[in-house]
Each structure stands twice: as C-alpha cells, then as structure tokens.
C-alpha cells in the first residue's frame, strides 16, 4: 500500500507558540491531503482538504486563521496550528489520496502547556 | 451526515466470525472501511464503489447496498491481530467532492484467546 509519513510524531509546546506538522506521500502523487483532528477514543473529524497548489478548505467551526495549511507540492502538506493553547491538545491525522482511497499518516500527538 | 455503524463493540474469541454495519442516510458514492489500533493511525482495508459490489481481502470482505444505503464489512475466522477499532468513511456526491469521507463512530472489535 501506499506510504504516507508524518513529522514530529510527538510534540509538547508551550501555550501560544506555533507548531508545525508536515505530512508527505512518499511513494505517489497525492492531488489531494486531508488533515484530521481524533479526540481519544473518538471519530476522525475532518478539519480541512488541502488540493496542491490551492487554498484549503476548511469545514465548518474549523478556523482557518489557527490552523493554517499549506499543500506546496504533490507530495508535501503542512499545518500549522497558530497561537496553541491547551484545548488544542489532541492527536493529529494526514491522509494523502491519489485515486480516490485514502492513506494515512501515523499520526502527530500534540500536547499544549 | 455521519454514519450510523453498529455495534459498538463486539467481544470474540479466535475464529470466531462478526457483521460490522454502516448505513447513510444520504446517497452514497462510495464506502471506504479502516481499522485502527490503539494510538496509531487507520489503516485503509477497502473501498466499495457505487453499483452495489462485494469485495474481499484475505478473511475480511465486504458488500455495498447502494439502495440501501448501507455497507457491511464481514470478518470470517477472526484472528487476534484484528483487534482494533474499525470506521467506515462514506463519501456522498457523484465523485466530484475531491474524495471528502465522513467517518462514523467506530465499531470496537476484540478477540481474545
């Protein structure tokens, strides 16, 4: 199957820095990447799709100025959650669809202080 | 728009066999079914197109009622490695929605010795 790779895994940060999670397709072109935010034992929430070289789309109570994504290249797509404050703290998921399934990364769990 | 998937939770013992349902009540494109382990990302198992088909991966197969608007995901002879939590995503519209799943809750599948 395909392999999609997320990076940091874990993250700690202080209350109002930035962090930033990069997610790549390593071995395909993915047109399309979806960032997810999983509370535990919970459902994935989708938070937005990002298509390469266009602005995301954000679903509804997402806000698009706290988590910012970027999809600069067909293999590469980052968020960015701004200003991070304690209720941010969850366990963050990328998938990378090229033809339609949906492959997704292992995961960034971010913890805010 | 989240799909409904039932049960819950079901308890096995090996080779042991079990039904997992998702049902939508709009108009389905598409079904895609993931299993997820604990602390670590979904893993894609299939996707079920529109036309009602039926496919199977090793002991684990499933079938798409388009009608119905519904997919069961079937696990024959259950093995311990198919623990875990497993979603279907569903993806209404006619494939013009970049591949955009909503996931339902989850079906939480032990098997035990």
């Known amino acids: 199957g395909a392999v999609v790779s997320q990076h940091p895994s874990r993250v700690i940060c202080k209350s109002g820095t930035s962090v930033k999670i990069e997610c790549r397709s390593l071995?395909?072109?993915?047109?399309?990447m979806f960032w997810y935010r999983q509370f535990p034992k919970k459902s994935l929430m989708l938070m937005a799709t990002?298509?390469?070289?266009?602005?995301?789309?954000?679903e509804q109570g997402v806000e698009k100025d706290k988590f910012l994504i970027n999809h600069a290249s067909l293999t590469l797509s980052t968020l960015t959650v701004t200003s991070a404050h304690p209720e941010d703290s969850s366990f963050y998921i990328c998938?990378?669809?090229?033809?339609?399934?949906?492959?997704f990364g292992p995961g960034t769990r971010l913890t805010v202080t | 728009q989240q799909p409904v998937q039932s049960p819950q939770a079901v308890i096995l013992r090996e080779g042991e066999d079990a039904v997992i349902n998702c049902s939508s009540s709009?108009?389905?494109?598409?079904v895609h079914w993931y299993r997820q382990k604990h602390g670590e990302a979904p893993v894609f198992l299939m996707i079920?197109?529109?036309?009602?088909e039926q496919k199977g991966h090793e002991k684990i197969s499933a079938s798409f009622n388009e009608k119905k608007q519904q997919s069961s995901l079937y696990l024959t002879a259950s093995q311990l490695s198919y623990s875990g939590t497993y979603f279907c995503?569903?993806?209404?519209?006619?494939?013009?929605?970049?591949?955009?799943?909503?996931f339902g809750k989850g079906t939480l599948l032990t098997v035990n010795p």
């Open positions: 995503g569903t993806e209404i519209g006619g494939g013009g929605s970049n591949y955009k799943l909503t």
């Open positions: 079920l197109l529109k036309g009602g």
């Open positions: 990002s298509n390469e070289g266009s602005k995301a789309t954000y």
């Open positions: 071995d395909f072109q993915a047109t399309t």
């Open positions: 709009k108009a389905l494109y598409s």
């Open positions: 998938s990378a669809s090229g033809k339609g399934e949906q492959y």
